[in-house]
């Protein structure tokens, strides 16, 4: 299986911000890093590292050293909690902002990969990445 290139910064940041409908790169970037912290704090092992070998590098340490949660969240706390870390910030600007972010995170991962990260997490979160699962 060969390693897949990380995606560059600049074109990760496109596209959160082509996603997130944001007025600059700051503001996908300033999206991206909460999300990834938050995302983190959620993955564990070989999921998380094929992950943030994925990433452009500043994000993949992000991910790698993340905010510490005490439990996993569900989708809506997720959300809540990216809204409480980024300035200004409601659940609705939130959602939108977890939305972009994930799903850029998901074109980055393929299947499996996608599918092993969703295991970690509590349900829902398919929604979050933009991937829906079948019941």
Not at 14 to 32: Q, W
Not at 62 to 74: C, D, F, G, R
Request: a negative charge.
């Amino acid at each position: 299986m060969a390693a897949e290139m990380p995606l560059r910064r600049a074109a990760f940041l496109d596209r959160v911000k082509e996603r997130g409908k944001y007025d600059n790169r700051s503001e996908a970037d300033r999206a991206a890093r909460v999300v990834l912290a938050l995302l983190g704090a959620h993955l564990v092992g070989e999921a998380r590292a094929q992950l943030a070998a994925r990433l452009p590098e500043d994000f993949a340490l992000i991910l790698l050293n993340p905010l510490q949660s005490a439990e996993p969240l569900s989708p809506e706390r997720f959300v809540r909690a990216t809204a409480a870390w980024i300035e200004g910030a409601t659940e609705q600007t939130a959602t939108w902002d977890v939305s972009a972010v994930l799903a850029t995170v998901a074109d980055a991962a393929d299947e499996d990969l996608l599918d092993q990260i969703l295991l970690q997490l509590p349900d829902g979160y398919d929604l979050l990445f933009g991937r829906p699962r079948p019941t």
